[in-house]
């Protein structure tokens, strides 16, 4: 077996994480390939302007590219030089048939595999990389081996990265979690792929287990993180109606060693590719085998997540004289977080449209995600799209802060009150504003569970 490395997939999960282990297996030549060419290009654009942006990802790219990290459109190529596979494939929730709105959409991911099946040449072990309902490897087995001329072990390796975070979340795991057959040739395959991340991973943080519970404990994991954003979103509800603070309950709540800090931030909800299409699949996963109490209460972390993006919008309507209509309202922020460009279920699009629906004057700016929402709500009307924050508040009679991007803080804030409407209303959702300095400036602010 060589040592030689493909990711099917030259997204989010693919670019980044291969970008990571070429650099820290300088000996393993790293291919990523994906049938969309343009992607492709710009994961090779001589400025570096990649696909996506993430912190530190242009520096490791610079170090490698060329060298032992390869883009590419060539999949028939790549894995046929290639003995290590790994899906890093999109597999969006299913909007169409059996499970829509909740299962996961494989056509992709079967795709793949059944081009990988077509192109081997010779043994493989292909690593699950993309989130996956439980029992996912035993469909890819099954697709893989059935009248296969070669062997083909599946194993799971969710990724558990963090966007914004992504490459230190990569050079410095919690841990790495790898599932797979539990007989002589599967282990053999498991310490192939251990062996890739012990490179700079302690062993101690190198996990392995059977593949269904590697697949399950990926959403379990994300499915928890996503009940506590809601929790905590909950409780911000009941501290505006009560005069409680959100943030020093949860300062208090957080200094329980039971329960930890992380992820009880008030804000506008979760975004991004995993966690609702996670706790979905963990639903349909729930429905499927008869436990519907369990499936109604992860509904129900959804269900607060949208609630909570119809409160901003409430409580804008009631502190704005009960009319949102022709007013200017500029969103800072479309990100779902910061230090990332993506805008996949991003709380913003729904504010933003639930806006657009009360006809108001919509100006949205970020400085990294424009594009991305520009897209998104190519169907709405009269969005302005202004990456100048000072020249995006001009006449407008709110600024509702979407996203914690970190120099909004550091804004002239006198300057953007001399410029708006009057009177001058600050939504900060994220909390991340001085909001006492914000009001001795003239401006009316609101946050999230205050």
């Given amino acids: 077996m060589n040592k030689n490395i493909v990711c099917i997939g030259a997204g989010y999960i693919g670019g980044p994480t291969m970008a990571v282990i070429a650099k820290?297996?300088?000996?393993?030549?790293?291919?990523?390939?994906?049938?969309?060419?343009?992607?492709?290009?710009?994961?090779?654009?001589?400025?570096?302007?990649?696909?996506?942006?993430?912190?530190?990802?242009?520096?490791?790219?610079?170090?490698?590219?060329?060298?032992?990290?390869?883009?590419?459109?060539?999949?028939?190529?790549?894995?046929?030089?290639?003995?290590?596979?790994?899906v890093g494939v999109n597999t969006p929730t299913k909007m169409f048939g059996r499970g829509a709105g909740r299962a996961s959409d494989l056509q992709y991911w079967e795709a793949t595999a059944r081009d990988i099946k077509e192109y081997a040449d010779g043994d493989k072990i292909v690593i699950e990389k993309s989130t996956l309902p439980v029992r996912t490897a035993a469909a890819m087995d099954a697709i893989l081996n059935t009248h296969a001329k070669y062997r083909f072990t599946v194993l799971s390796n969710p990724e558990f990265l963090a966007e914004g975070t992504a490459i230190k979340d990569l050079l410095e795991p919690d841990r790495v979690l790898i599932g797979g057959p539990q007989d002589d040739v599967g282990i053999a395959a498991i310490n192939e792929a251990v062996d890739i991340y012990a490179s700079w991973v302690p062993r101690d943080r190198i996990l392995t287990t059977n593949v269904w519970s590697a697949e399950l404990t990926k959403l379990a994991a994300n499915a928890f993180l996503a009940q506590r954003v809601s929790s905590i979103n909950a409780i911000a509800g009941l501290c505006e109606a009560t005069g409680a603070d959100v943030d020093e309950v949860a300062r208090v709540i957080g200094a329980d060693r039971r329960i930890g800090p992380k992820f009880l931030k008030a804000g506008p909800g979760f975004g991004g590719s995993c966690f609702k299409k996670d706790v979905?699949?963990?639903?349909?996963?729930?429905?499927?085998?008869?436990?519907?109490?369990?499936?109604?209460?992860?509904?129900?972390?959804?269900?607060?997540?949208?609630?909570?993006?119809?409160?901003?919008?409430?409580?804008?309507?009631?502190?704005?004289?009960?009319?949102?209509?022709?007013?200017?309202?500029?969103?800072?922020?479309?990100?779902?977080?910061?230090?990332?460009g993506d805008t996949r279920e991003t709380p913003a699009g729904k504010v933003a449209r639930l806006l657009a629906d009360e006809h108001v004057r919509?100006?949205?700016?970020?400085?990294?995600?424009?594009?991305?929402?520009?897209?998104?709500?190519?169907?709405?009307?009269?969005?302005?799209?202004i990456e100048d924050e000072y020249k995006a508040v001009e006449s407008a009679d709110a600024v509702v802060v979407m996203t914690d991007w970190r120099h909004y803080p550091a804004l002239d804030w006198r300057r953007i009150y001399g410029a708006m409407r009057k009177p001058a209303l600050v939504f900060d959702t994220?909390?991340?504003?001085?909001?006492?300095?914000?009001?001795?400036?003239?401006?009316?602010?609101l946050n999230i569970g205050k």
């Fill in 24 to 86: 820290m297996n300088p000996d393993r030549k790293v291919l990523v390939v994906d049938i969309n060419k343009d992607r492709i290009s710009a994961w090779n654009s001589p400025d570096y302007a990649l696909p996506i942006y993430e912190p530190g990802l242009v520096d490791v790219v610079k170090e490698v590219r060329g060298k032992n990290l390869f883009f590419s459109t060539d999949i028939k190529g790549a894995v046929k030089e290639c003995d290590i596979v790994f």
């Fill in 280 to 340: 979905l699949n963990l639903v349909y996963l729930c429905e499927t085998f008869g436990l519907h109490t369990a499936a109604e209460y992860w509904i129900g972390v959804i269900k607060m997540n949208e609630h909570q993006q119809e409160r901003i919008v409430s409580r804008l309507f009631r502190e704005m004289f009960n009319t949102l209509a022709n007013k200017k309202i500029a969103l800072f922020g479309f990100a779902f977080k910061a230090d990332t």
């Fill in 362 to 385: 919509l100006v949205i700016t970020d400085p990294k995600a424009l594009v991305n929402a520009r897209r998104d709500l190519a169907d709405l009307d009269g969005v302005s799209y």
């Fill in 430 to 445: 994220r909390n991340c504003l001085d909001a006492a300095a914000l009001r001795k400036i003239g401006f009316k602010v």
